[in-house]
């Protein structure tokens, strides 16, 4: 039975283009345009009314929701925490007192993560640099991945540099409470914002590149001009979604409890500036695999259809030569792409879990806060529905989004044959030493780069003025390789 590769990418692409933007709006929390909230009697009587009011603006509200009239408070509801300063209850910035290990946890993979992907990925942009083919398209396109991921690691180190106590718990929705800044956490929105899409752009860049070579690897002319495009969108995309939600005076925040990262806060501005650049670059991504898978497949089919008159008229048959277009992919593209789809899907859930979850946190930090203003602390019960537990899950499991996806480039670009070449380039600029490659000598590669050729002409030149005897000339040579 063939398989309609057509109507399969079709179907494809519907899917990444409406279906998942579907999924967002349905699992969005259905707050009414009016919210009930608790009010007491008098005398503090155990008995509640239930009124109804508008929608509130709640960063306003939340300025008088602080009373002299209010007792002492003594015990807070999870996941609220008590402050003494302010005799009120308060969001706390993390969970150490009730769920420690989680957040340690959290911090733990996100910063070994982290940190691992930057150092490696830093060392990957110096070797790739020695050689003159990194700057050319397709390959330009995985230096831009790296520098995009180096930029979103280190955004997800800031609170720890910085620390968490300022980072989440200084933005505008407690600002009227306890009076004071949201600096961090919109500075690490805004650079984590930009990479975030600069990022998934860029892979959908290099998936596309890969479409481009085995389509049509003869038209070079257009390359200079597909770097610009490319290059200048993977730029000017992020900034546009950045501007827009500059533009709104709500900002960035933190989404939850566990916080890791801050995004916008108005929930329309996250989906259509964060969630949906992401859907359509992983729509075109999955379009762009379609075909490639397309291709192959014709390939392979023209292959198996060639006939067989002998085995020399077989092994120069066109087919056979046109079989050599799967060798113009790397070995780890179609793993990458696997890699991709995978924690591009998973991003989506998370991310809308945890705006779901955002927007019941805020509902139920407004019921709590109206309930102070009139009762006393002791009658106002718990009101949120996520449990503690639920919440942890989701932390450890964003947690581990954001550590594969720090890593995607680095886990798919460091093992592959042409960072090979790059090293052994690199290597030889370094230490000036003749070194053996699995095609024989040192880099037939490396003799045509011309920056190469005048480290050679160095290298001799250095050991013409200064001779040494060969076994001073080895130490030094391992020396500077330590």
């Given at each position: 039975m063939a398989i309609n590769i057509k109507l399969v990418m079709i179907l494809v692409t519907i899917w990444a283009a409406i279906a998942l933007p579907t999924v967002f709006f349905i699992t969005q929390p259905k707050i009414p345009s009016k919210l009930r909230y608790r009010t007491c009697p008098p005398n503090n009587a155990s008995n509640f009314t239930e009124e109804e009011i508008p929608k509130p603006n709640i960063v306003i509200d939340l300025t008088t929701h602080i009373n002299s009239s209010v007792s002492v408070i003594t015990v807070c509801n999870n996941p609220l925490i008590k402050d003494s300063q302010y005799n009120t209850c308060r969001a706390p910035c993390t969970w150490s007192e009730g769920m420690g290990s989680?957040?340690?946890?959290?911090?733990?993979?996100?910063?070994?993560?982290s940190i691992v992907s930057i150092v490696i990925g830093?060392?990957?942009?110096?070797?790739?640099?020695?050689?003159a083919k990194s700057y050319k398209i397709p390959n330009v396109i995985i230096m831009y991945a790296i520098l995009a991921m180096i930029g979103f690691g280190?955004?997800?180190?800031?609170?720890?540099?910085?620390?968490?106590?300022?980072?989440?718990?200084?933005?505008?929705?407690?600002?009227?409470?306890?009076?004071?800044?949201?600096?961090?956490?919109?500075?690490?929105?805004?650079f984590g914002h930009f990479f975030y899409l600069a990022l998934h752009l860029y892979w959908m860049y290099y998936i596309m590149n890969g479409y481009l070579i085995i389509a049509d690897d003869k038209q070079m002319e257009y390359r200079s001009r597909l770097h610009a495009?490319?290059?200048?969108?993977?730029?000017?995309?992020?900034?546009?979604?950045?501007?827009?939600?500059?533009?709104?005076?709500?900002?960035?925040?933190?989404?939850?409890?566990?916080?890791?990262?801050?995004?916008?806060?108005?929930?329309?501005?996250?989906?259509?500036?964060?969630?949906?650049?992401?859907?359509?670059?992983?729509g075109c991504s999955v379009?762009?695999?379609?075909?490639?898978?397309?291709?192959?497949?014709?390939?392979?089919?023209?292959?198996?259809?060639s006939p067989e008159v002998g085995s020399n008229s077989r092994a120069n048959s066109p087919a056979k030569e046109d079989k050599s277009i799967a060798n113009k992919l790397p070995k780890h593209f179609m793993p990458f792409i696997c890699y991709y789809l995978a924690i591009s899907i998973m991003g989506m859930v998370v991310l809308t879990m945890d705006q779901s979850n955002s927007a019941n946190y805020q509902y139920g930090l407004f019921q709590y806060f109206t309930c102070l203003k009139t009762c006393q602390s002791k009658l106002c019960t718990k009101f949120r529905d996520i449990s503690a537990s639920?919440?942890?899950?989701?932390?450890?499991?964003?947690?581990?989004y954001y550590s594969l996806l720090v890593s995607s480039t680095v886990l798919f670009i460091i093992p592959t044959k042409e960072f090979s070449n790059c090293y052994i380039i690199f290597k030889h600029r370094i230490t000036c030493q003749e070194i053996e490659t699995e095609d024989g000598t040192l880099a037939n590669r490396a003799k045509a780069n011309s920056s190469i050729s005048n480290v050679d002409q160095n290298c001799s030149k250095n050991s013409q003025a200064e001779p040494r005897n060969s076994s001073t000339q080895v130490h030094i040579k391992a020396s500077v390789m330590i």
């Open positions: 989680v957040q340690r946890t959290k911090d733990v993979i996100v910063g070994i993560f830093i060392f990957a942009i110096l070797v790739r640099a020695t050689d280190v955004t997800l180190l800031l609170p720890v540099a910085v620390g968490k106590e300022r980072f989440f718990c200084e933005y505008p929705f407690y600002k009227p409470l306890y009076g004071i800044d949201s600096g961090w956490c919109t500075i690490q929105g805004v495009a490319q290059f200048a969108s993977g730029i000017f995309i992020p900034f546009g979604c950045l501007f827009i939600c500059l533009l709104h005076p709500s900002l960035y925040h933190t989404r939850s409890t566990h916080a890791i990262l801050c995004t916008p806060f108005n929930k329309d501005l996250f989906y259509f500036t964060y969630l949906l650049p992401h859907q359509l670059s992983l379009t762009f695999t379609m075909l490639i898978i397309r291709l192959l497949y014709q390939n392979q089919k023209n292959y198996d259809m639920m919440e942890g899950i989701l932390t450890l499991v964003k947690s581990v």
